[in-house]
């Protein structure tokens, strides 16, 4: 028996490339699984992911939210446990690049940024903190 089988895992951004990646190998070690999507443009991916998930014989779901607002983090988690149980991992992948010179970015695009690799991040680790099985 693996380590993660029959258990349940969250990834934050779950949809595609590590995220998804993740959500494949969780399921494929038997666990379910939880994939959070940011935007509509991701959905497709998300969709993808959660066949995949259950063509590996567990439970899945998509779940989407803007993880730069605690209200978001904790509703995700939340709406995770509701459809699959309690959270026993949980894996944040939450990250943004900004794909230019950096002499070339506004504070605006900083502060995005900063939010969604710092403030994401800090609130995923505090609602997991509160929530995940030991």
């Given amino acids: 028996m693996t380590a993660l089988q029959d ?9 595609k490339n590590l995220g998804g ?8 070690a038997g666990a379910d699984v939880a994939i959070h999507y940011n935007s509509e443009a991701t959905r497709p991916a998300a969709e993808e992911t959660l066949a995949a998930v259950q063509a590996a014989g ?13 209200e978001n983090v ?7 446990e509701a459809a699959l149980g309690p959270v026993d991992v949980a894996v944040n992948t939450v990250g943004k690049v900004l ?4 002499v070339d970015t506004t504070e605006a695009e900083y502060d995005a940024m900063f939010d969604i690799n710092a403030k994401a991040a800090y609130f995923f680790i505090k609602e997991a903190g509160r929530r995940v099985a030991d």
């Fill in 58 to 70: 567990r439970k899945g779901v998509v779940l989407s939210g803007d993880l730069t607002k605690p």
């Fill in 74 to 80: 904790e509703r995700l988690f939340a709406e995770a």
């Fill in 7 to 15: 258990k349940t895992v969250l990834v934050a951004a779950g949809a």
């Fill in 21 to 28: 990646l993740i959500s494949r190998q969780a399921a494929e």
């Fill in 99 to 102: 794909r230019k010179p950096i």
